[in-house]
């Protein structure tokens, strides 16, 4: 029998992160000066994780995401892919900043990775430097070089969408995504986590993104696809592909079969969610395989999380999590939790 939720929604996909560390600072994302990092103690060893995956597999778990923070900066992360190909799911994914991808994409590649998508909200060196406070540009663009060479294609390439910041970039990322043979996907500026400089006022929405490519392109084409994919994907005249992930003003809670686990092992139901299950401690207390899956079944059929959809209807003038709340629980961080 299916595990299913009180809408009806099965559990098929898992993001896992990592590591909550990154070495990039993006604007929508890690703004601030200074964070709680979590106990390097508390962190899920690859033998935890896949121990984990086992559990969630079993329940219907059947494609993998690997994110973090900036995942390549765990050490040795293709022993942990390679322990993951060999179990029987469909998709095994992972997002990327791109900065050490070049001296990984084959090992990673070589040990059984489907897919790798890379963040890229800029072409232009100085507006990175502004955005990310990295002058390392070249290094993602070389990144993204070396993956297509190993034979991840193609690439997806998620550009989140700031009005007066990238939004003037649409049409080149589309026909630098042809080029390097990636579908760019735009994403809609969030409001979950770190977002502490987010207003409404900065949202491109998905239909002023579709105009504006309309505009230079010609007709644009909804493929149509069925599936719960966040990305609703077009077709340009020319063939192109590209996505747009409308979280902000056309929420797909409906459709949500994704679950989250921190790197420190806490289960989070949604991507606004405050509070999640923490799997780490039953785990680390002699927990049996039955009995993490038992838990694993009871939560997901009790959740009722529409995180995305409760957001639209509020007042969104200011941004989900206060700062000082941030400070004080990491859990809330985006970068700790996983896009």
Known sequence: MNLVDRFGRPLRSLRISVTDRCNLRCQYCMPEPEYVWLPREDVLSFEE?????????AEGVDRIRITG???LLRRQLPVLIESLAAKP???IALTTNGLLLKANAGRLRRAGLHRVTVSLDTLQRDRFRALTGSSDHDAVLAGIDAAATAGFAPLKLDTVVIRGVNDDELVALIEFGRRVNAEVRFIEYMDVGGATRW????VVPRAEML???TRHFGAVIPI???GSAPAERFLLPDGTTFGIIASTTQPFCNECDRARLTADGV???CLYATAGTDLRRPLRAGATPEEVRHLIRTVWSLRADRGAEER?????QTTLIPLRALKKDAHLEMHTRGG
């Open 224 to 226: 149509g696809e069925q």
């Open 211 to 213: 105009e504006t490519l």
């Open 69 to 71: 923070g900036e995942p």
């Open 89 to 91: 799911i469909a998709d």
């Open 312 to 316: 639209l209807g509020l007042d969104r």
């Open 49 to 57: 994780i896949s121990t984990l995956s086992d559990a969630f597999i």
């Open 199 to 202: 207003s409404p006022a900065s």
């Open 267 to 269: 289960w989070l139901l």
